[in-house]
């Protein structure tokens, strides 16, 4: 089945201890990205990737990291979490991204930094 | 920068009835505007797009109209079903930025019985 796999997908933590959210796509896209949402303010793109070894800044990439060494990864890393990065997060895919706008989303991954 | 905004935050109406889903777009430079519904606790799902040449889509059972004078966006459910329950976001997408889709701030359809 094709699909975009995050893990966790619930997490609590503490201020300042890394951790990582996995992203997977199974549909060998070029494009992966990762949003954070929040009540009423939409979804923000925090980083995307063209393809593999190529990431650029969205609209809100303080406080976290990305990489891209395999098409099918897209781990986001906070290296030292606070509490207003607590948020509803999903990371997306797309084979090409500049036709059209379409994303594959996953399941989302709901983190509390306390 | 691009903002996109959703002119109600919440939409009830009757099952069978049409729905409406409204959004106001800032850049005239966007090349794609999409649309998509959110089910609780699910990822957004892609419904339908249209290119910024154009003014009117079509898929099964909605229908995306583009005016591009006013900047503005909106999405027809015909015959509005339960399963049409959801937030729905609209989106921009404009090239020469880096590929960047922007999000409105979404409307929760509500579908009475």
């Known amino acids: 089945e094709a699909q975009v796999t995050q893990n966790p997908r619930y997490l609590i933590t503490v201020t300042g201890k890394k951790l990582t959210v996995t992203c997977s796509q199974n549909?060998?896209?070029?494009?992966m990205s990762w949003y954070r949402q929040d009540p009423g303010l939409g979804l923000r793109q925090i980083y995307y990737?063209?393809?593999?070894?190529?990431?650029d800044k969205g609209d809100v990439p303080e406080g976290y990291k990305v990489s891209r060494k395999e098409k099918r990864n897209f781990p986001l890393i906070l290296e030292s979490p606070s509490p207003n990065q607590t948020s509803l997060y999903f990371c997306?895919?797309?084979?090409?991204?500049?036709?059209?706008?379409?994303?594959?989303f996953g399941e989302g991954s709901r983190l509390t930094v306390l | 920068g691009e903002s996109v905004g959703l002119h109600l935050p919440t939409l009830s109406v009757q099952e069978g009835d049409n729905s409406i889903i409204n959004c106001a777009y800032s850049?005239?430079?966007?090349?794609?505007f999409i649309w998509y519904k959110q089910e609780s606790g699910k990822g957004p799902q892609f419904i339908i797009d249209?290119?910024?040449?154009?003014d009117k889509r079509q898929g099964q059972r909605v229908t995306v109209l583009l005016n591009k004078t006013v900047k503005h966006l909106s999405l027809q459910i015909a015959a509005t079903q339960p399963g049409d329950s959801a937030v729905y976001f609209c989106?921009?997408?404009?090239?020469?930025?880096?590929?960047?889709?922007?999000f409105g701030g979404g409307t929760r359809l509500m579908v009475k019985p």
């Open positions: 850049n005239s430079a966007s090349d794609y």
């Open positions: 549909m060998n896209h070029e494009y």
């Open positions: 997306a895919s797309s084979p090409y991204l500049s036709n059209t706008g379409e994303l594959f």
């Open positions: 989106a921009a997408l404009t090239w020469n930025a880096g590929n960047m889709l922007t």
């Open positions: 990737s063209m393809n593999v070894e190529v990431t």
């Open positions: 249209i290119r910024s040449n154009m």
